[in-house]
């Protein structure tokens, strides 16, 4: 459960950074975008894993 609150808080973090940091890049958009899909995914992750454990 651990791991994926550490990968969802890393791709929130990765996606900040690539929409700050790449200013020049044209396609920061879309690594932006992608990293922010995939930290959703990991947080609804994490959520779903967290209401199970709850419910036990």
């Given at each position: 459960?651990?791991?994926?609150?550490?990968?969802?808080?890393a791709?929130?973090?990765?996606?900040?950074?690539?929409?700050?940091?790449?200013?020049?890049d044209?396609?920061?958009?879309?690594?932006?975008?992608?990293?922010?899909?995939?930290?959703l995914?990991?947080?609804?992750?994490?959520?779903?894993?967290?209401s199970?454990?709850?419910?036990r």
């Open positions: 459960m651990l791991w994926s609150l550490f990968l969802a808080l791709f929130w973090c990765l996606a900040i950074v690539f929409y700050v940091s790449l200013e020049r044209p396609n920061r958009i879309l690594y932006a975008a992608m990293a922010a899909l995939l930290a995914l990991w947080t609804v992750n994490f959520s779903l894993r967290l199970r454990r709850r419910r």
